[in-house]
T-cell receptor
Framework: AQTVTQSQPEMSVQEAETVTLSCTYDTSESDYYLFWYKQPPSRQMILVIRQEAYKQQNATENRFSVNFQKAAKSFSLKISDSQLGDAAMYFCAYRNSGGGADGLTFGKGTHLIIQP | NAGVTQTPKFRILKIGQSMTLQCAQDMNHNYMYWYRQDPGMGLKLIYYSVGAGITDKGEVPNGYNVSRSTTEDFPLRLELAAPSQTSVYFC????????????FGPGTRLTVL
């Protein structure tokens, strides 16, 4: 079974600064997908960014980018120019690329605080 | 498009009661999922469905049942509520498997006393 570990229960950053959230995972598969989801106080799960393991290029979405290190099984999220609206829980998630429709495996989350 | 909708938003049950959490999507997605999120934890998969009439167990299925009679609806049934089922429940859907983004509903907060 796959596992996802987020070692930072909470992170704090000044508004407009850059912050990096860590995620490691364990899998014996060579092809898979990795995701970062944001969960604000409203509880809605919002997809931030997605990475396909077979792609070497790191995914980016505006101020959000990832550092995907396949050999190290590491998938960190970098948020540049942090904004107050970025405050939320952030979850790293994994999914196999093989057959079947089993769902996502989530980490425990990192609570991101933005200091004004 | 309303996306993925869930009802109710909140519910308090007594031990032994039963209830159905409703989930519907209007995106014509084939795949639907039920997750639970316990305090301080990530989401865990309860059940999933790859299409009408087809369901399968996830990581934590005990105490729950599902059905999928239409593409749009995927209700989750709790037959004999227990305090261990106190959690926030999320329904999600995706067009196809694996690479497609899962879209989540707003969640149902359930408390069993």
């Amino acid at each position: 079974a796959q596992t996802v570990t987020q070692s930072q229960p909470e992170m704090s950053v000044q508004e407009a600064e850059t912050v990096t959230l860590s995620c490691t995972y364990d899998t014996s598969e060579s092809d898979y997908y990795l995701f970062w989801y944001k969960q604000p106080p409203s509880r809605q799960m919002i997809l931030v960014i997605r990475q396909e393991a077979y792609k070497q290029q790191n995914a980016t979405e505006n101020r959000f980018s990832v550092n995907f290190q396949k050999a190290a099984k590491s998938f960190s999220l970098k948020i540049s120019d942090s904004q107050l609206g970025d405050a939320a829980m952030y979850f790293c998630a994994y999914r196999n690329s093989g057959g079947g429709a089993d769902g996502l495996t989530f980490g425990k989350g990192t609570h991101l605080i933005i200091q004004p | 498009n309303a996306g993925v909708t869930q009802t109710p938003k909140f519910r308090i049950l007594k031990i032994g009661q039963s209830m159905t959490l409703q989930c519907a999507q209007d995106m014509n997605h084939n795949y639907m999922y039920w997750y639970r999120q316990d305090p301080g934890m990530g989401l865990k998969l309860i059940y999933y469905s790859v299409g009408a009439g087809i369901t399968d167990k996830g990581e934590v299925p005990n105490g729950y049942n599902v059905s999928r009679s239409t593409t749009e609806d995927f209700p989750l049934r709790l037959e004999l509520a227990a305090p261990s089922q106190t959690s926030v429940y999320f329904c999600a859907s995706s067009y196809s498997e694996v690479k497609d983004t899962q879209y989540f509903g707003p969640g149902t907060r359930l408390t069993v006393l």
